[in-house]
């Protein structure tokens, strides 16, 4: 048995899986099976030990393709890798060593590059940071996860929600946490991650984000501007995350381990929406200013959970 088995579902549609090849072809690692999961086969030339999973026609959700494969896994450490994303060379060695060395991690991503630049993606490193900034996005740079096996455990105790379509480790991460799961990121680029320049929009999920951004300034009694409601929904669309699962994390969060981080990540979510205002031009409207520092000093989560 491998001691890590690498998991990519390669939909039809994908065009830059040559991308994929080369960074798993190029791995110092070699104690791997990687399991491509496609609904046809594929032909292309890899060279590291790879087994193709035809899969059935019902199932076609990336969050579907996830629960059905991870419960069938017996290797030690399980790590995704993206279709179109670029895993250079030595990323699979650093988070197995790091993972065998810190037995109490159950959860390792780490950073990533843009498209083929030095663009450097930053996360945060330690635990209790992680948690608190589910709050503004995701915590984890998901196509560089690598999780601890655990019999029965990834797909069915903790799995993959097919509500959301691009967005499915969201719900992910807060079912880790409420099942006490510890967290790492490495302060490492693992993958080159690819970003299109014309990223295809879901309006049912952005839709769904701008309700959620809603609901929470609506427990925190604080109002919308006219003027920025177009922008503040553009700002939203950032965020997915159900209704009641976002209660629950702040509640979660709201435990004393993480009161500083999540004081911290409030503040942080006051400053990204500064910063969108002022990349267009609103900041220097006193009202609207007044009113992101409202919403960065109010204790709004002691109104949500009363």
């Known amino acids: 048995m491998n001691k890590l088995t690498v998991v990519t579902y390669l939909h039809q549609n994908e065009s830059r899986f040559e991308r994929c090849v080369i960074g798993m072809n190029r791995q110092t690692f070699s104690d791997l099976e990687w399991l491509i999961l496609t609904h046809k086969p594929i032909e292309v030339e890899i060279t590291c030990l790879h087994r193709v999973v035809i899969l059935p026609e019902h199932i076609f959700l990336k969050s579907d393709v996830l629960n059905f494969i991870l419960p069938q896994i017996t290797s030690p450490y399980i790590a995704y890798n993206d279709s179109d994303d670029k895993s250079f060379p030595t990323r699979f060695e650093q988070q197995v060593a790091f993972m065998e060395a810190n037995p109490h991690i159950d959860i390792c991503s780490g950073m990533f590059v843009v498209n083929e630049t030095e663009n450097t993606w930053p996360l945060n490193e330690r635990h209790e940071m992680i948690a608190a900034y589910l709050l503004i996005n995701s915590p984890m740079a998901n196509p560089s996860v690598m999780l601890k096996n655990k019999p029965k455990f990834w797909g069915q105790v903790v799995k993959y929600n097919s509500q959301y379509v691009r967005a499915q480790d969201y ?5 880790c946490l409420k099942h006490n799961l510890n967290f790492y990121n490495l302060q490492t680029p ?14 049912t999920q952005e839709d769904f984000a701008i309700q959620i951004r809603k609901d929470i300034h609506r427990y925190a009694q604080l109002s919308i501007p006219d003027n920025l409601q177009q922008e503040f929904n553009n700002f939203c669309k950032l965020r997915y995350m159900d209704k009641t699962e976002l209660n629950e994390l702040f509640i979660f969060l709201n435990k004393q381990k993480y009161k500083r981080p999540f004081k911290q990540a409030r503040s942080a979510f006051a400053w990204h929406l500064k910063l969108y205002l002022n990349t267009h031009s609103l900041i220097q409207d006193q009202y609207l200013n007044n009113w992101v520092e409202k919403f960065e000093k109010k204790s709004w989560f002691e109104k949500l959970i009363g």
């Not at 719900?171 to 079912?175: E, K």
């Open 190 to 203: 693992l993958i080159s991650y690819f970003v299109s320049d014309n990223p295809k929009a879901d309006d």
């Open 171 to 175: 719900g992910f991460w807060l079912s």
